[in-house]
């Protein structure tokens, strides 16, 4: 089994900046991707970055593309979201998740097995 824990979500006013951070543990496979997803209140799930662990590729939704950046740390099993220019928006639960069946469809949700908590983002105007 595989857990995937966020953090570093809060409150922050529109034009600043915050990093999100995934931990995964468990069981160790060669080659997974891990993507981040929010959900805004009375919406769906949304995509909005993911790369694959192995080859280092990232992937943006549109909406995020030039303001966020997905990158990792290998030693520490840890995926990060540096969030800047942040707009009113960006707010919502912000989830870490991964899978190990790569090539995946790095924006369907369905892609991927294990999913973190969620952590809140909330940016004011």
């Known amino acids: 089994q595989v857990q995937v824990v966020e953090s570093g979500g809060g409150l922050v006013q529109a034009g600043g900046s915050l990093r999100l951070s995934c931990a995964a543990s468990g069981r160790t496979f060669s080659s997974y991707a891990m993507g981040w997803f929010r959900q805004a209140p009375g919406k769906g799930r949304e995509f909005v970055a993911a790369?694959?662990?192995?080859?280092?590729?990232?992937y943006y939704a549109n909406s995020v593309q030039g303001r966020f950046t997905v990158s990792r740390d290998n030693a520490k099993n840890t995926m990060y979201l540096r969030m800047n220019n942040l707009k009113p928006e960006d707010t919502a639960v912000y989830y870490c998740?991964?899978?190990?069946?790569?090539?995946?469809?790095?924006?369907?949700?369905?892609?991927?097995?294990?999913w973190g908590q969620g952590t809140q983002v909330t940016v004011s105007s």
């Open positions: 790369i694959n662990w192995s080859r280092g590729n990232t």
């Open positions: 998740a991964a899978t190990e069946n790569v090539p995946w469809t790095y924006s369907d949700y369905v892609a991927y097995d294990y």
